[in-house]
Structures are given as structure tokens and as C-alpha cells.
């Protein structure tokens, strides 16, 4: 029964601003440049989920990418989309909303409503030109 | 001597909210959305500013992508990008920041600097899937 | 009150084949090649829908993107998505479902549910490199 | 000598329907929704075809990309392309025809003409915004 | 018998230099920078033809997509293609090869191929965010 | 403290030349085809540098992408961009400009300037159908 990857593209967007309130306004302006502005910017993100796993002879599927989708959208869409991470989003209270971060946001939100060792990479483009992946460690 | 248009594409992002501070919040939340957000949300911004002229024989240029380059980012994107447009943009004051406006503002930030004429179209995409174009009235 | 045009990319697919039954196979065969299969073949399409008209200054809106996505979804992708022209759409029983009937499919579909002159476009890629563009006569 | 993975990507479009004849209709209809339309729909598939190896310095490359695309033109796109897959292919004869199913048989196509072990990863994206990945097992 | 606009997309690569041998080699340094260079440099072009015309009922199509991209290979891909624009094309002899001209020398190209008044529009991408569109005159 | 990759895309573009003097002109004609071309052709280049480390907790960064893509531009860019890689790269002296060795000429321009061991991808498209992958080894 051979294993395959399924990967899921979803998009939303949402306003942020890097700032760490432990440091001075001057080492944040220096850190962060343009992404410290006070007043928030923000982003399209396009998010790729992969979930790995032995194709069912039943069905040809690793998992039904329509039940991939739905889980997305109401574990993150839900939450982050249309939306300031920083003021709108209790996860990242006490981190910074860097593309590095919202990419483990999204592991943990999806992880655990998949069996263990299914969800194999989060993909987060946060233009068209960086992206980040986290694999969950 | 025949003419051409050029078009140079251009990035930015920004945050904004959708309101207009003359109805109410009914109003506005019935009408915007998501979009109405009152913490904002943002977007990555792909702007296409086209320019048509005849060719110059001396060059075979209509006008040097380049200098259109730097026109566009001094114009656009040094006002733009990475801010917000409801607070940091005093054009956007008394004008509610749609895809929409953002054209009208970037055909009247630029079209003075080119030759009376020359400007042909502004296309702006909001996400992958929307864009706006205006060709200035 | 300037004037702009909206677009909107809307995605679905469907089988279909390219056939006249007032000719021979034979000419079928020569003029559709594969596109003749009789068991037939299919394609990703990507609808862009353009609007025009004048901005609201109230919503700053040409016409609100998520009522043209629904009215797009309600009269084009659930008549097409997921469906055979040929066998699954009575518009098709008598023409020929190439990228330019679509599009006439989906300048008539659409049309009639915007205000008079207001339906500037249809564009639809029938694969990465090819699409047809209908302005409605 | 340095090893690199070099990959083309190939266009081929097909019509097909998710359906398993050992199940009854009212499962396969809540299992595959509309992809089990009995009339079929289609796609755009953009496959990506991976191949490692040492890079060769009499050439500087791990393999033509030329004779690559002769290969997979031959073993996979003559084959699928402008088909119905249900239908018109043996291999799906006793296996639904989902991506995942599709990437393995593109493996099974291409593997065997290459040395042992060059093969590194099928890609094949089924919709702009889903695909899938084998790597052999 | 409505009227319809099919496009095809083509690839084609070459080297080219920006030089106008009538001026100093200060005047073409100055005015072309970088794409001065005496030994060259180069680009992915990617080219959409255009053609328009009433949609033949016999077979759905305005011009067989299949046709206009032999025609276009025949006509500018085998004649730039992995060329030498300024060396190898004698058409450039006495023209400079910005995108403008060979927008330009697209037209002159193809437009003879077909009936009067068909040819709508060249666009060509030099690169993905450049790109020149020529309408005839 | 988890680990990321972070991702940046780069553009460049250039001439070459796929050439082995030290075979005979019918071997190369054979062997490179078009891309033998004496007078050389040319690419836009989309090359995507990937840095794996520990998330900051200060910073959220793996790195600050601004400062990869100064690197980038420094030791990839400057070199590369608007160049013939047989007559202006002195490392392309004795290796020839395919899209497999240029990989191996941007890990070896890039590796050294981060900390051991975070370099994790070259990846470099030569069009958009083509690319490579090199992790250094």
C-alpha cells in the first residue's frame, strides 16, 4: 500500500506588526525596520498544508482533500483571517507574529485533529517572493 | 513610428479597514464585512502601471522601465508600502481605502509625472483572485 | 465620480469534447484531433469576470466583490464545475463546447443579473497558455 | 562530484470520475460528491517529474532536461493526455483515478527507464491549489 | 454570429544588448546600464498572440488554437528562439532589440499570416514584471 | 525552540553558452543542441535560497530576510545579473554555465557567509518549466 503527500493551498490575510515589547522602541525600529510601524501593515498569506499517509484502496485518497480544506478553514482561516494577529489573535500575545511563527501557529492548530505523524509540512508564503516551512520541531 | 505601452509591476503591502465614518456600525458591519475589521487587516498589494508612446529610435524605448521603476517606488511605494492606509495616509482621510480608491490614488500620484497622455492604465490586484484597473476617469 | 472596472478569477473544471454531429467523424477527427476523444477529456478553467461603473463614495466600491463571487457561483460554477458540457448542460446541446462558446455561456449567464452596460468582460484560460476573451457581440 | 536534482514540469489534461464499483451508489456519491458525476469532469494536470543524480562534467548535467521530456512525453503524456482515464487506460481499469493514484502510476511509467534509484519525486498538481507527492513506496 | 479574441501563450529565450552603434559608448553606457553589456545578456521571453474574429458555429472556434501556435513556432519562435537577437536576427540589424521592437517584430511576423484585421494585440513579458503590448501602429 | 526554513526568491538574468572544448564541435552540436549556439542565448533566472536555524525568540526570525536577500544580491546578484556566465564569471572558466552548475556556483557563494550548517537549498529555476536543486553535496 503505497504512502503518498497531499498538499492543500489556502489563503487569507490579516494585518500584523513585529514588535517586542521586552526591547526598546529604538532596538525594535532598528530589528524590524518598515514591519515595526505602530500602525500595522499586512499581508496576503498563502498557506500549503501536506498530510502524508497510505493511499485507501477504497477511495484512492490519503485523506479527502475537501476534509483537508474544511479543517483549514475552521482551524485557521476562522481565526486568522481578516484579521490583526496582534490584537486579534491570543496565541500571539506573547510572541511575535514573523511568518516563522504563524507557520507553528499553524502546526499546532492542525496537527492534533489528524492521527499522529500525518501532518507532514506547513508552507507559508508571506509574499510572493519568501516563504517559510516548518516540519513541527 | 509606431507606439506601445510598457508596463512595469510593483509590490507593496499595507494594512486597512473598510469604514465609512459617516453611517453606523451597523451600517458599516452589514456592508464591509470581515472587511470592517476595527483593528484592520492587510494585503500584498501587486500594482501595473502601463505608460504608452512611440518608440524612440534612438533607445527602442518608450520610456526606460527603470526610470518608471523609481517613479513608481517614489511616488507609490515610499506612501504605501508597509503602512496603513486608513492612519498613516492623508489622501485616504476623507476616502475609504478600496482597491478601488488605491487605483484612483496611484493614477493621480503618478500621471503628473509622465508627459500629459502618456499614462494609459493602473491595475491593482488586492489578492490572486481580484484586481481593479482605471484609466483615469 | 471616476469609473473603474472589478475583476474577479473564479476556478472550476469540467470534461468536455469537441464534436459537430452535422459532420462525418472523419471530419471531426481531422479538425478536433484529440479533442474529438469520444470518451472525452477536461480542463481546470479560470474565469476572470470584469464590471464597470462608476465608485460609490459611500462603500468606495464599484460593486462589492463578494456579491459578484456569489452571483458568479450561483450562475456559473454550479452549472459547470464538476459537470460534462456535452451531456450535463442544455446550453451545449446545440453548440459546441469550446473556450469561446464557455464564454458566451458565461457573458449570457451573468449578464442579465448586472445593471445594462455594466458586464465589461469575460476571460476564461482553458489551460495555462490559452484563453478567449468575449466583450459580448 | 556534486549530486542535484533536476526537474521538468509537463502538461497533459484528462476527463475522470471517482468511483468504486465494489461499493454501492449512495456510497460512492457521499464519499466522492460531485467527482463521482457518471457523466465525469476533467482537469488540467501539471505534473512535475524529479531526477537525481551526479552531475556528469563533460556536460554539466545530472541528465539531459531534453531527453527527459522525450521520456515523459512518451511513457506518461501520450498515454493520459486528451484521455478519459476511467476508460481509456488499462492501469485504472481496478484503481480510481485520484491524483494520488495518477502520481503512482506516473511513477510506475517513468522509473523503469531510468537507472536504479535516479527517480526522486512525481509531483502532480491536479488544481492550482491541490497537489500531491510519491516518492516511490 | 458573436465575436471573440483567442490568445496563445509562447515560450522562447534569447540573449540580446541594448547598443545604439550611432552613439558614444559613454551615451550607451549611461542610457542602458547593465543591459549594455558588449557581452551580452538574456531572457525568458514569454509572448501572447493575440487574433479576433466572429466564432465559426461549425466548430465553436475563432481560429484553431492548435494552428496559431504552429504558426507562431514557425514564424518567431524558429527565428528567435535561442538566438542571438543582435548577431543571429537580421531583422535587429538596424534596430535595437528592446521589448518594444521585438514586440514589433512579432507583429510584422505574424500579422501577414492572417486575414486582415485579425491580429489584435503582442504582449511579451521580458520579464515577469516587464512587459510591452503593441496593437499595430 | 523550533526550528524553520525561511525562503527567499531572487531574479537575475543572463547569457551563456553550453560548450566543452575539450570535445569536438559535432559533439557539442549533438549533445547541447540550440543551447550551443556560438553566440550564445539567454534566461531570466528565479533562484530561491533556503536558510534552516532555531527560531529567535527575540526576533521570531530564523533570519532576517532583508538581510539573506543583501546577501543574496552581494555574492549572487552583483556577479550574475545582466552577465555572459562564459566571458564575464571567472568561475565558469573551466565548468559549463548549465542551470546544475550555476546551482552549485550560488551554494558556494552563499554557504560561507552563514553560520555551518543553515544553508539547507539552492534552488534555481532556468524557466518556468525547468529547475534545479542542489543541498550541497
Known amino acids: 500500500m503505497p504512502s503518498c503527500a497531499v498538499t492543500r493551498r489556502v489563503h487569507f490575510n490579516a494585518a500584523h506588526r513585529l514588535h517586542n515589547p521586552a526591547e526598546s522602541d529604538e532596538w525594535n525600529r532598528a530589528t524590524f525596520g518598515p ?3 505602530p500602525n500595522y501593515h499586512g499581508h496576503n498569506y498563502e ?6 499517509g497510505p493511499i485507501d484502496t477504497a477511495t484512492g485518497y490519503v485523506l479527502d482533500i475537501a476534509i483537508l480544506k474544511r479543517l483549514v478553514d475552521a ?3 476562522e481565526v486568522l483571517d481578516h484579521r490583526n494577529l496582534n490584537l486579534d489573535v491570543a496565541w ?3 510572541r511575535i507574529p514573523s ?3 504563524i507557520a507553528v501557529f499553524c502546526w499546532e492548530a492542525i496537527a492534533p ?3 499522529a505523524g500525518r501532518l507532514q509540512r506547513i508552507r507559508l508564503w508571506e509574499t510572493p517572493r519568501n516563504y517559510v516551512e516548518y516540519t513541527g520541531g
Request: hydrophobic fraction near 40%.
Open 92 to 94: 500571539f500575545r506573547d
Open 75 to 77: 482551524r485557521v482561516s
Open 47 to 52: 498557506l500549503e498544508v501536506t498530510v502524508e
Open 113 to 115: 485533529a489528524l492521527p
Open 99 to 101: 511568518a516563522e511563527n
Open 35 to 37: 514591519c515595526n510601524n
